[in-house]
């Protein structure tokens, strides 16, 4: 959901731009009388675009777990019949009722947003010093320092290396698990301090602490197990022919959303030491194959470099007898 930030002279408005928007709402396939649901709404760029090629019949409904962005939401959306707003995560979207009727189609813009990383009270960045946050849902949930205030060394481990490939973290647990005894972890500076005093400056370009801060946001936010719900969910409530457009950032996301597809697509991986699985129906098909932003995007929006779209398309009913051998 990373967006870039662009600070016009004089002025501290900024200014939030979609990532990969022209390629993720092509591969909606948005038709005018279609029902439609942006599923991480974030400032509204996508949904704003899917808008633009609705007719009077059309729908547009717009999820976020952020009330920030759901301010954003009703404020400029509320008074539009075509738009139906919900904050909630989109994990529950199978829940609302205005997808009970089937969709045409799903968007999911994942990660963190640039209002997100901008602002720095929220905590997602060790930029500046903040309170130690990261609640993407600041009305419930405990946040980061939270959590570092009650876990034992092996959990913020594992943390750190599932969500953050983070090879240095269990020196950076033990020290945080002997810091914490004397103070507590209550602000970004203060760990972003402790990491960097572990594991050093080793990486040209890239602070030591980019992947225990990623680490520690996708377990406070839960962020695995949401998209997995959410991409079921997806699935469960798109019409036939309807697409599910995801962009994802990093590539524990990117890898769930790649093996989703292909474990609803009718094929199946069989191993050599194994019995041979059988393929379940297909459900799914990938529309191309991953796409990527262009050179131009990531020359005027960095933080688009490491996105990763993906589109399929939910087959048709008299389809699924006969897939599911493929």
Known sequence: MAKSRNTNS?????????????????????????????????????????????????????????????????????????????????????????????????????????????EAARGFSFMADAPLDMRMDTTQGESAADFLAQADEREITEVLWNFGEERHGRRIARAIVADRTVTPFTRTGQLAALIERVVGRREPGKHPATRSFQALRIRVNGELDALQQGLNAALERLKPGGRLSVISFHSLEDRAVKLFIRDHSGRVQNSRRGPPVQAAPARLVAVGKAQFPSDAEMAANPRSRSAVLRVAEKLVEQTLSHEGHA
């Open 10 to 118: 004089g002025s501290e408005q900024l200014q939030h731009i979609p990532v990969m928007l022209g390629e993720a709402v092509e591969g909606l396939s948005v038709q005018s009388d279609g029902r439609y649901l942006d599923g991480t709404f974030g400032r509204g760029g996508h949904a704003r675009a899917v808008l633009s090629r609705l007719g009077p019949a059309g729908r547009l409904l717009l999820m976020d777990r952020d009330p920030a962005a759901i301010a954003t939401a009703q404020a400029e959306f509320a008074g539009d019949p075509r738009v139906a707003i919900r904050h909630a995560n989109f994990s529950s979207l199978a829940e609302w009722d205005e997808t009970a009727p089937g969709l045409d189609g799903v968007l999911l813009d994942l990660g963190v947003s640039s209002p997100q990383l901008d």
